[in-house]
């Protein structure tokens, strides 16, 4: 029997609801849903797309199983709302996107991905510095009050 494999698609509103529960279910999980986090899950084509950013999803069979954001911040990208469903994860599937994530902005000749994280996330970490994003300062005011890490990669 032939193993299935995950296909990383682009973004189609009719995923939104994927995008919103995948993301919820984490930042529920470890930490809250914050007021910008509401804002850009419960519109991600305005708030993302429609802004010159991307999301992708991984779908495995019929069914969503991960999702991951890369969202124009204007000077940046910022590689954000990336989450497996808990039922798919520890089968590499963020490191599938991820690197999926870095080759789309080599093709689009980023010179850099930025990404904010919390040092409790230790899995996280540990995949963005295995595909080469390193710590960088954080600035006092950041989008995000969970964060406390900031990373980034030079391609």
Known sequence: MKKKTNQIISFNN???????????????KNFYVEPYDEKVLSNPKESIIDHGGFIFFVKHESKIIGTVALINQNTYFELSKMAISPE????????Q????????????????????SHRKLVPAINLYKKVGFVEVPLEKEVHYERANIKMILNL
């Open 88 to 95: 798919y994860r520890g089968l590499k599937i963020g490191k």
């Open 97 to 116: 996107l991820i690197r999926y994530c870095i080759n789309f902005a080599k093709e689009e000749q980023w010179k850099s991905i930025t990404l904010y």
């Open 14 to 28: 009719k995923y939104a609801k994927d995008f919103y529960n995948l993301n919820v279910e984490w930042l529920e």
